[in-house]
Structure formats: structure tokens, C-alpha cells
């Protein structure tokens, strides 16, 4: 059974700074990996998608890399802004099946 | 273009009593999924729908939930003989997977079970 771990569950960083989100999965045999960013009491915004035969993706500041043999993904944010303050989620899409399962996300707060 | 919405945004209700949930998807866009998110859990995914394809209905966590989608459009999730542990966020997503699986999420409903 896939499972989906993020570290650190939440994180506060000045403003400015360089920082890397974590995801693991257990099982390697996926379709690709998704990042969202959830706002408080709001639906979720897709940030990045991987696809299993890609190592990154970058999308302005964001960087995600995959290294599917070893269960990992990475969201980089550089030059973090006090507007990047939101959780984190990543999602997996296991082979022969779209069912994504989810990270239970990284609670991140950038201080001004 | 408009975004996927859903109704009502809110929703108490009494143990026991049925409830429907709306969910209207970005035009054009073939597949659709339901989410549940719990205080403090991640996203449980539900059921999803796909074009004219059966659905997967795997994370259906009772026979008390059920969901369906008319004309490959608008889809509606029904819980019945709702329970306190029913309680949680039910979000819905659409895509055009399979050709492209960014997801794009509605605003959720929040259902409260008394």
C-alpha cells in the first residue's frame, strides 16, 4: 500500500530564504507526482507535476526534482516571500490507476 | 474561464440525515475526483470519474456514500445516514486526463454532522 510521508510538518523561515520540502513514498511504481499548495480554508493549487520518467521541474522560484528509485521528491523555494506562507501537499499517481494519494503536507510560514 | 464550484460552500446537518454535494467541473474536462480532507489528515481520495468510463470508486470509505456524474459534466456526492465521523472538507477536482493530469480544485464544501 502506497504512503505518502512530508518532513518537517511545518516549517517558519525569514523572509528571503532558500528552503527544500521533503517527500517520500513507499512504493516506486508510479505514473508521476504532483506539488499543490493549499491556502487556508481554500481548494488546492497545482504547482508542479513530475512525470516517473522526469528528474525536475522548475516553474519561476519552485524547483521539484524525483528520484523514484530511492522513494523522494523535493519542492525548492528560492528567495522565499511572506506570500509563499500556505501548506505544501504533494500526491503520487500509482501505475495503472488515477488515484493520487496525498502527503498529509508541510505547514510552511514565511516571517516579513 | 470560470474554475470548478461547488455547493453549498457550508453544510450542517443532523446525525442521520442524507446530504448532496455539487460539484461543477471546468468545461470540457473529462475526468473528475472527489477528496475528503479531515482535521489535521491529508487528502483521502473518494471516487473518480472518467469520460464514459466506469468509475473508480475504490475510496468509497461506506455503502453510505455514493457519487454520480450526468452528462459527464456536473457530479454529485451523496452521503446517507450521515455520521460525526462524516464531518470533514469534501473537495472536488477536474482535469482533461488523460491528457493532462494538472488538477484543478474547487473551493470545497464543509459539512458539519451534529
Known amino acids: 500500500k502506497q504512503e505518502v510521508t512530508q518532513i518537517p510538518a511545518a516549517l517558519s523561515v525569514p523572509e528571503g530564504e532558500n528552503l527544500v520540502l521533503n517527500c517520500s513514498f513507499t512504493d516506486s511504481a508510479i505514473y508521476n507526482l504532483q506539488w499543490f499548495r493549499q491556502d487556508p480554508g481554500k481548494g488546492l493549487t497545482s504547482l508542479l507535476l513530475?512525470?516517473?520518467?522526469?528528474r525536475e521541474q522548475t516553474s519561476g522560484r519552485l524547483n521539484a526534482s524525483l528520484d523514484k528509485s530511492s522513494g523522494r521528491s523535493t519542492l525548492y523555494i528560492a528567495a522565499s516571500q511572506p506570500g509563499d506562507s500556505a501548506t505544501y501537499l504533494c500526491?503520487?499517481?500509482?501505475?495503472?490507476?488515477?488515484?493520487?494519494?496525498f502527503g498529509t503536507g508541510t505547514r510552511l510560514k514565511v516571517l516579513a | 474561464g470560470a474554475g470548478v464550484s461547488q455547493s453549498p460552500s457550508n453544510k450542517v446537518t443532523e446525525k442521520g440525515k442524507d446530504v448532496e454535494l455539487r460539484c461543477d467541473p471546468i468545461?470540457?474536462?473529462?475526468?473528475l475526483y472527489w477528496y475528503r480532507q479531515s482535521l489535521g489528515q491529508g487528502l483521502e481520495f473518494l471516487i473518480y470519474f472518467q469520460g464514459n468510463s466506469a468509475p473508480d470508486k475504490s475510496g468509497l470509505p461506506s455503502d453510505r456514500f455514493s457519487a454520480e456524474r450526468t452528462g459527464g459534466s456536473v457530479s454529485t456526492l451523496t452521503i446517507q445516514r450521515t455520521q460525526q465521523e462524516d464531518s470533514a472538507v469534501y473537495l472536488c477536482?477536474?482535469?482533461?486526463?488523460?491528457?493532462?493530469?494538472?488538477?484543478?480544485f474547487g473551493p470545497g464544501t464543509r459539512l458539519t454532522v451534529t
Open positions: 477536482a477536474s482535469s482533461l486526463a488523460p491528457t493532462s493530469d494538472e488538477q484543478y
Open positions: 513530475i512525470q516517473s520518467s522526469q
Open positions: 468545461s470540457g474536462h473529462t475526468a
Open positions: 500526491a503520487v499517481r500509482a501505475l495503472g490507476t488515477y488515484k493520487y494519494i
